[in-house]
């Protein structure tokens, strides 16, 4: 019961966070605005109450000393898999302050950057935060008022990560996985309204894309060698009856 409880609890902060890198990779762009800058807010709050839930779970049965063997090599994968988006939460954080800084919405001090994102992030945000619609509620200064309480999270996640590794003592190169590197990339599971399935379908067109343009090249390249052939064998007649 407390190893799928912990998987439950883990596979839920690693959507959060994802979805918060999601996030993070629009800032600044044109598809930044006051709604995403209160979208992000949410979401790594949401982000952080899982990461807190986590490590207590997680700390309690690390620290029994009655669990099995088996159990406990099961706990300390989980929780390296567990530090680790937690430091990928952290890095989205501190990227979301520096963009934030650079491109503030009430006063902006330069023109947003047209990276190729379109559309409203709001699916991501609501997926985030498991509910159909997204309610906005903040002031319209959140893009600098935000920023304060950004870089107190942000310390606040690091000094939770020095606590962690103080508490547990877990080696990740000790931790042998379970899987080889890359399967879940193999797997035929459907990611269905993801944005790995977006990216995947836009990487898959290109191809197609190709394929057709060298096609087209064959058979160019195989009309201009008939061409050859025939004018060398019109040239070769017209030199022997000459």
Same mark, same amino acid.
């Given at each position: 019961?407390?190893?799928?409880?912990?998987?439950?609890?883990?596979?839920?902060?690693?959507k959060v966070?994802?979805?918060?890198r999601?996030l993070?990779?629009?800032?600044?762009?044109?598809?930044?605005?006051?709604?995403?800058?209160?979208?992000?807010?949410?979401?790594?709050?949401?982000a952080?109450?899982?990461?807190v839930?986590?490590?207590?779970k997680?700390?309690?049965?690390l620290?029994?000393k009655?669990?099995?063997?088996?159990?406990?090599?099961?706990?300390?994968?989980?929780?390296?898999?567990?530090?680790?988006?937690?430091?990928?939460?952290e890095?989205?954080?501190?990227?979301?302050?520096?963009?934030?800084?650079?491109?503030?919405?009430?006063?902006?001090?330069?023109?947003?950057?047209?990276?190729? *994102?379109?559309?409203s992030?709001?699916t991501?945000?609501?997926? !985030?935060?498991?509910?159909?619609?997204? =309610?906005? &509620? $903040?002031? %319209?200064?959140?893009?600098?008022?935000?920023?304060k309480e950004?870089?107190?999270?942000?310390?606040?996640?690091?000094? *939770?990560?020095?606590?962690?590794?103080?508490?547990v003592q877990v !080696?990740?190169?000790?931790?042998?996985? =379970?899987? &080889? $590197?890359g %399967?879940?990339?193999?797997?035929?599971?459907?990611v269905?309204?993801?944005?790995v399935?977006?990216?995947?379908?836009?990487?898959?067109?290109?191809?197609?894309?190709?394929?057709?343009?060298?096609?087209?090249?064959?058979?160019?390249?195989?009309?201009?060698?008939?061409?050859?052939?025939?004018i060398?064998?019109?040239?070769?007649?017209?030199?022997?009856?000459?």
């Amino acid at each position: 019961m407390g190893k799928d409880e912990c998987k439950t609890m883990l596979d839920a902060l690693n959507k959060v966070t994802a979805c918060y890198r999601h996030l993070v990779i629009a800032l600044g762009s044109t598809s930044d605005s006051q709604n995403l800058r209160e979208e992000l807010k949410k979401t790594r709050k949401k982000a952080q109450e899982l990461a807190v839930a986590n490590r207590t779970k997680l700390t309690s049965l690390l620290k029994d000393k009655n669990i099995s063997k088996d159990d406990r090599a099961e706990y300390e994968r989980l929780w390296v898999l567990f530090t680790s988006s937690v430091e990928l939460l952290e890095v989205d954080m501190k990227r979301s302050l520096e963009i934030g800084q650079d491109f503030p919405l009430k006063v902006p001090t330069r023109h947003l950057i047209q990276t190729g *994102m379109t559309g409203s992030t709001t699916t991501v945000a609501a997926r !985030a935060m498991s509910v159909q619609n997204m =309610k906005y &509620e $903040a002031d %319209a200064n959140i893009d600098t008022v935000d920023l304060k309480e950004l870089e107190t999270e942000i310390a606040q996640v690091d000094q *939770m990560m020095e606590e962690m590794e103080m508490k547990v003592q877990v !080696a990740p190169w000790a931790v042998e996985a =379970k899987q &080889e $590197a890359g %399967a879940e990339l193999k797997s035929t599971v459907s990611v269905g309204n993801s944005s790995v399935g977006v990216i995947s379908i836009c990487e898959e067109e290109p191809k197609e894309t190709v394929e057709g343009e060298t096609g087209l090249m064959k058979v160019f390249a195989g009309v201009i060698f008939t061409a050859v052939l025939l004018i060398a064998g019109i040239l070769g007649y017209l030199v022997i009856n000459l």
